[in-house]
């Protein structure tokens, strides 16, 4: 196999070919996953594909949204997560009362014993952090929630006039309880664009929950060993948007996010039909970031559209919203991209300008 071109891919890229160093970051990062998956598998049994996710969202800069049921360790794969990429650690708990200085930091006055002059001193709050696990975001009202928005975008926060820069790398991981409705908050849709991904967290096969049922209930307690330095995860996000990518990857990337949009354009009757409410530009940048990480991460320097399939669940789940069709006929999102995946062609022959076979009228996608 080589590492330097799709095979599928006949065009010429647009980007420069990888150098030696290059490919020898990609490695490095493959290698990496692995040591990384082999640690937090000493703590979280099973969900692979969580932890995949997680990490291709980590190495493309990118903040997530889990998803799932109390009681799936979700904060313990945070804090073990970290813990393996020697990345500093906070949660926040997020509550009703919670004010955005609880998160962002205060200014408090402060008395020069020798002088007597007083002058405000800016106190950091827990975003000044690599890893922030926002616990039950949405138990806290918009105002509050909204304080996260500038530190997610811009990478920094603003108090009293003045910006201070957030250490970096900074990812916000955040949790949500699908069941529990009572008393939150929704996120809106401009702060759900915001994550790059939704993971949604299920429960544990009957194997699986034996196992964590043994291991947590015994005097073992596992240690996770770190795998990889601060600059290294720095260095190698760097590399990730280095990864080249084919037009008719782009292109296919686009089509997931351009056919949800009902009243762009030529759609498959299921998107009229289910879909009030479509993803946007980010949703096409995330896409072909995500399947940049993800290829890197399983030691390849070439973004393929498989790349682009397994990411676009993840991607797309918050961003696509369903009607009351669907909500009566229990579809969602991800019926709806699970569709998609088998309307839109993975081969390159489309035209210039990425327009799909007319098979929207099969009656088994429509």
């Known amino acids: 196999m080589s590492f330097l071109r799709d095979p599928a891919d006949k065009s010429e890229p647009e980007q420069p070919i990888f150098e030696d160093a290059d490919l020898q970051a990609v490695e490095r990062l493959g290698a990496a996953y692995k040591k990384v998956t082999a640690e937090l598998g000493k703590v979280i049994v099973g969900q692979q594909s969580v932890i995949e996710e997680l990490l291709v969202a980590m190495f493309a800069g990118g903040h997530c949204l889990l998803v799932g049921v109390p009681g799936l360790a979700k904060t313990l794969m945070i804090r073990t997560l970290a813990d393996a990429l020697d990345l500093s650690f906070n949660r926040i708990q997020f509550t009703p009362d919670l004010m955005p200085a609880d998160i962002t930091g205060t200014e408090v006055i402060q008395e020069d014993k020798l002088t007597g002059t007083r002058n405000f001193k800016f106190l950091p709050g827990p975003i000044f952090s690599n890893v922030v696990l926002a616990d039950e975001i949405n138990r806290t009202p918009p105002k509050t929630q909204a304080a996260l928005l500038e530190a997610m975008q811009e990478q920094q926060v603003t108090v009293g006039g003045v910006r201070h820069k957030l250490p970096g790398p900074f990812f916000v991981l955040a949790t949500q309880n699908p069941i529990e409705q009572e008393g939150t908050y929704p996120l809106p849709e401009a702060q759900l664009d915001r994550f790059m991904f939704n993971v949604f967290v299920d429960y544990p096969t009957e194997d699986e929950e034996f196992s964590i049922v043994r291991q947590t209930t015994s005097e073992r307690v596992a240690s996770v060993v770190k795998t990889l330095s601060h600059e290294d995860l720095v260095t190698l996000q760097q590399f990730v948007r280095k990864v080249p990518v084919a037009d008719h990857v782009i292109r296919y990337a686009m089509q997931f996010s351009r056919l949800t949009r009902r009243e762009k354009g030529d759609v498959p009757p299921f998107i009229k039909q289910y879909v009030s409410w479509g993803a946007g530009p980010r949703a096409s940048q995330y896409l072909v970031l995500g399947a940049k990480a993800r290829a890197m991460l ?30 009566a006929e229990g579809i969602n999102s991800d019926e709806i991209v699970r569709r998609l995946a088998e309307l839109i062609p993975q081969d390159a022959t489309r035209n210039s300008r990425g327009k799909l076979p007319a098979v929207f009228g099969s009656p088994d996608l429509g």
């Open 298 to 327: 399983h030691g390849r320097a070439y973004a393929s559209t498989e790349d682009v399939r397994e990411v676009a669940k993840p991607v797309l789940r918050h961003r696509i919203i369903t009607n009351f069709n669907a909500e």
